[in-house]
Protein backbone atom coordinates (compact mmCIF):
# COMPACT_ATOMS: atom_id res chain seq x y z
CA UNK A 1 0.00 0.00 0.00
CA UNK A 2 1.33 3.18 -0.95
CA UNK A 3 1.82 6.28 0.96
CA UNK A 4 -0.93 8.29 -1.03
CA UNK A 5 -3.44 5.36 -0.68
CA UNK A 6 -2.90 5.67 3.20
CA UNK A 7 -3.55 9.09 3.33
CA UNK A 8 -6.64 8.64 1.22
CA UNK A 9 -8.01 5.78 3.65
CA UNK A 10 -7.31 7.90 6.56
CA UNK A 11 -9.24 11.24 5.56
CA UNK A 12 -11.84 8.96 3.75
CA UNK A 13 -12.16 7.57 7.79
CA UNK A 14 -12.37 11.19 9.15
CA UNK A 15 -14.74 12.19 6.80
CA UNK A 16 -17.08 9.47 7.45
CA UNK A 17 -16.95 10.60 11.14
CA UNK A 18 -17.75 13.96 10.18
CA UNK A 19 -21.25 13.40 8.27
CA UNK A 20 -22.59 13.09 11.55
CA UNK A 21 -21.97 16.65 12.38
CA UNK A 22 -24.22 19.77 11.34
CA UNK A 23 -22.22 21.58 8.63
CA UNK A 24 -20.64 24.46 10.61
CA UNK A 25 -19.08 21.94 13.78
CA UNK A 26 -18.02 20.01 10.85
CA UNK A 27 -15.48 22.28 9.20
CA UNK A 28 -14.55 23.21 12.63
CA UNK A 29 -14.13 19.73 14.42
CA UNK A 30 -11.98 18.23 11.53
CA UNK A 31 -8.85 20.55 12.69
CA UNK A 32 -9.15 17.91 15.68
CA UNK A 33 -9.08 15.03 14.49
CA UNK A 34 -6.47 12.71 12.58
CA UNK A 35 -5.98 8.83 12.31
CA UNK A 36 -2.84 7.46 13.64
CA UNK A 37 0.58 6.79 10.82
CA UNK A 38 3.34 4.01 10.99
CA UNK A 39 6.48 5.95 11.85
CA UNK A 40 7.74 7.86 9.25
CA UNK A 41 4.87 7.64 7.04
CA UNK A 42 3.11 10.67 6.21
CA UNK A 43 -1.00 11.08 6.98
CA UNK A 44 -3.42 12.89 8.46
CA UNK A 45 -2.54 13.51 11.51
CA UNK A 46 0.34 15.46 10.21
CA UNK A 47 -2.59 18.44 10.16
CA UNK A 48 -4.21 18.07 13.23
CA UNK A 49 -4.61 21.08 15.22
CA UNK A 50 -4.65 21.75 18.89
CA UNK A 51 -5.85 23.68 21.89
CA UNK A 52 -8.86 24.71 19.81
CA UNK A 53 -12.23 26.29 21.01
CA UNK A 54 -15.00 23.73 21.90
CA UNK A 55 -17.37 24.14 20.25
CA UNK A 56 -20.88 24.18 21.74
CA UNK A 57 -22.96 20.80 21.02
CA UNK A 58 -20.19 18.85 20.37
CA UNK A 59 -19.09 16.16 22.94
CA UNK A 60 -16.19 18.13 24.93
CA UNK A 61 -13.97 16.82 27.57
CA UNK A 62 -12.10 20.20 28.22
CA UNK A 63 -12.78 22.08 31.50
CA UNK A 64 -11.88 25.73 32.13
CA UNK A 65 -8.78 27.65 32.45
CA UNK A 66 -9.30 27.63 36.12
CA UNK A 67 -9.91 23.66 36.23
CA UNK A 68 -6.60 23.11 34.21
CA UNK A 69 -4.54 25.56 36.77
CA UNK A 70 -6.40 24.56 39.70
CA UNK A 71 -7.45 20.93 39.28
CA UNK A 72 -4.53 19.53 36.89
CA UNK A 73 -1.25 21.31 38.10
CA UNK A 74 -1.76 22.90 41.06
CA UNK A 75 -4.35 20.63 42.84
CA UNK A 76 -2.14 17.60 43.34
CA UNK A 77 0.65 19.84 45.01
CA UNK A 78 -0.23 17.86 48.29
CA UNK A 79 1.70 20.20 51.03
CA UNK A 80 0.52 23.70 49.78
CA UNK A 81 -3.30 24.96 50.36
CA UNK A 82 -4.83 26.41 47.04
CA UNK A 83 -7.87 28.61 47.53
CA UNK A 84 -10.73 28.79 44.63
CA UNK A 85 -11.33 32.79 44.79
CA UNK A 86 -14.92 33.07 43.94
CA UNK A 87 -17.95 31.53 44.57
CA UNK A 88 -17.84 28.23 46.55
CA UNK A 89 -19.35 26.08 43.66
CA UNK A 90 -15.90 25.88 41.37
CA UNK A 91 -13.84 25.08 44.51
CA UNK A 92 -16.45 22.25 45.31
CA UNK A 93 -16.21 20.66 42.43
CA UNK A 94 -12.63 21.20 41.26
CA UNK A 95 -12.23 19.32 45.20
CA UNK A 96 -14.50 17.14 44.89
CA UNK A 97 -14.66 15.80 41.22
CA UNK A 98 -10.93 14.79 40.86
CA UNK A 99 -9.18 13.28 43.99
CA UNK A 100 -5.84 12.70 43.66
CA UNK A 101 -3.62 9.84 45.59
CA UNK A 102 -1.23 11.42 47.93
CA UNK A 103 0.49 10.22 51.62
CA UNK A 104 0.11 12.46 54.44
CA UNK A 105 -2.03 13.54 57.31
CA UNK A 106 -4.53 15.44 55.93
CA UNK A 107 -5.37 18.71 56.79
CA UNK A 108 -1.77 18.75 59.05
CA UNK A 109 0.71 18.35 56.32
CA UNK A 110 -1.53 17.23 52.97
CA UNK A 111 -4.47 19.46 51.81
CA UNK A 112 -5.66 17.71 48.59
CA UNK A 113 -8.77 17.12 49.92
CA UNK A 114 -9.70 20.15 51.21
CA UNK A 115 -11.60 23.11 49.70
CA UNK A 116 -10.61 26.38 50.51
CA UNK A 117 -12.53 29.03 49.25
CA UNK A 118 -13.81 32.63 49.69
CA UNK A 119 -17.38 32.20 48.95
CA UNK A 120 -18.25 34.88 47.06
CA UNK A 121 -21.63 36.24 47.41
CA UNK A 122 -23.75 38.99 45.87
CA UNK A 123 -21.70 41.63 48.29
CA UNK A 124 -18.53 40.38 47.37
CA UNK A 125 -19.10 41.05 43.48
CA UNK A 126 -20.30 44.42 44.09
CA UNK A 127 -17.88 45.68 46.46
CA UNK A 128 -15.11 43.65 45.60
CA UNK A 129 -13.09 40.75 47.32
CA UNK A 130 -9.65 41.78 47.94
CA UNK A 131 -10.19 42.06 51.97
CA UNK A 132 -11.92 39.01 52.20
CA UNK A 133 -8.77 37.36 50.58
CA UNK A 134 -6.66 38.49 52.78
CA UNK A 135 -8.45 37.67 55.81
CA UNK A 136 -8.78 34.07 54.43
CA UNK A 137 -4.67 34.02 53.51
CA UNK A 138 -4.36 35.00 58.11
CA UNK A 139 -7.10 32.39 58.58
CA UNK A 140 -5.50 29.71 56.40
CA UNK A 141 -2.06 30.37 57.92
CA UNK A 142 -3.22 30.66 61.65
CA UNK A 143 -5.66 26.90 61.31
CA UNK A 144 -2.47 25.10 59.01
CA UNK A 145 0.99 26.38 60.11
CA UNK A 146 2.63 23.30 58.35
CA UNK A 147 1.73 24.24 55.23
CA UNK A 148 4.56 25.09 52.44
CA UNK A 149 2.40 28.06 50.77
CA UNK A 150 -0.50 28.93 49.51
CA UNK A 151 -1.74 29.97 45.76
CA UNK A 152 -5.05 31.90 44.93
CA UNK A 153 -6.98 30.40 41.69
CA UNK A 154 -8.81 33.14 40.65
CA UNK A 155 -12.40 32.04 39.51
CA UNK A 156 -14.65 34.09 36.24
CA UNK A 157 -15.92 36.75 38.67
CA UNK A 158 -12.46 37.89 39.32
CA UNK A 159 -11.83 38.91 36.27
CA UNK A 160 -15.55 40.53 35.80
CA UNK A 161 -14.38 42.83 38.22
CA UNK A 162 -11.08 43.02 38.69
CA UNK A 163 -9.76 41.90 42.24
CA UNK A 164 -6.14 42.34 41.76
CA UNK A 165 -4.92 39.15 43.62
CA UNK A 166 -1.48 39.64 42.17
CA UNK A 167 -1.26 42.45 44.42
CA UNK A 168 -2.45 41.20 47.36
CA UNK A 169 -0.68 37.46 47.09
CA UNK A 170 2.69 40.01 46.96
CA UNK A 171 1.52 41.72 49.97
CA UNK A 172 1.18 38.56 52.26
CA UNK A 173 4.24 36.88 51.12
CA UNK A 174 5.72 40.05 52.33
CA UNK A 175 3.91 40.29 55.80
CA UNK A 176 3.96 36.51 56.70
CA UNK A 177 7.30 35.30 54.32
CA UNK A 178 4.51 32.47 53.07
CA UNK A 179 5.27 31.62 49.35
CA UNK A 180 2.10 32.90 48.03
CA UNK A 181 1.41 32.33 44.58
CA UNK A 182 -1.55 34.16 42.27
CA UNK A 183 -2.57 32.85 39.18
CA UNK A 184 -5.39 34.53 37.57
CA UNK A 185 -7.03 31.58 35.91
CA UNK A 186 -10.36 32.62 35.63
CA UNK A 187 -12.45 30.09 33.78
CA UNK A 188 -13.67 31.94 30.67
CA UNK A 189 -9.99 32.87 29.84
CA UNK A 190 -8.23 31.26 26.31
CA UNK A 191 -9.99 28.56 24.22
CA UNK A 192 -9.94 25.83 26.80
CA UNK A 193 -8.76 24.16 29.60
CA UNK A 194 -4.84 24.03 28.13
CA UNK A 195 -4.39 28.21 29.02
CA UNK A 196 -4.70 26.77 33.15
CA UNK A 197 -1.93 24.57 32.30
CA UNK A 198 -0.18 27.27 30.59
CA UNK A 199 -0.45 29.79 33.39
CA UNK A 200 -0.44 27.42 36.19
CA UNK A 201 3.45 26.41 34.77
CA UNK A 202 4.09 29.92 34.08
CA UNK A 203 3.43 30.83 38.16
CA UNK A 204 5.54 27.92 38.86
CA UNK A 205 8.50 29.16 36.55
CA UNK A 206 8.23 32.79 37.53
CA UNK A 207 7.59 31.76 41.29
CA UNK A 208 9.14 28.81 42.28
CA UNK A 209 12.17 28.09 40.04
CA UNK A 210 13.65 31.51 40.37
CA UNK A 211 17.05 30.54 40.96
CA UNK A 212 18.38 30.37 37.59
CA UNK A 213 21.38 29.14 38.58
CA UNK A 214 20.41 25.92 38.84
CA UNK A 215 19.09 25.53 35.18
CA UNK A 216 22.54 24.23 34.06
CA UNK A 217 22.76 23.25 30.36
CA UNK A 218 23.77 19.61 29.74
CA UNK A 219 24.46 17.20 27.10
CA UNK A 220 21.48 14.38 26.33
CA UNK A 221 21.67 10.99 25.31
CA UNK A 222 19.55 8.40 24.44
CA UNK A 223 18.68 7.03 27.75
CA UNK A 224 17.44 10.77 29.80
CA UNK A 225 14.36 10.51 31.38
CA UNK A 226 12.47 13.47 32.85
CA UNK A 227 10.65 12.88 36.73
CA UNK A 228 7.94 15.28 37.04
CA UNK A 229 5.77 14.62 40.43
CA UNK A 230 5.39 14.19 43.78
Same mark, same amino acid.
Given at each position: ?????????????? /? +???? %??????? =?? #??? !????? *????? =??? @??? /???????????????? @????????????????? &???? !? $??? $? @? $??????? #?????????? %?? *????????????????????????????????????????? *????? @????? &????????? =???????????????? +??? #???????? !? !?????????????? *? /?? #????????????????
Amino acid at each position: MGTETLEELQNKAI /T +EILE %VYPAKAA =KN #RAK !HLGVD *TPEDV =KGA @CDK /TKSNKQTVPGVMSQRG @CAYAGSKGVVWGPVKDM &IHIS !H $GPI $G @C $GQYSRAG #RRNYYIGTTG %VD *TFVTMNFSTDFTENDIVFGGDKKLKKALGEIDELFPLNNGI *TIQSE @CPIGL &IGDDIQAVA =KWYKKESDTPTIAVSC +EGF #RGVSQSLG !H !HLANDSIRDEIMTD *T /TA #RKEFETTDYDVAIIGD
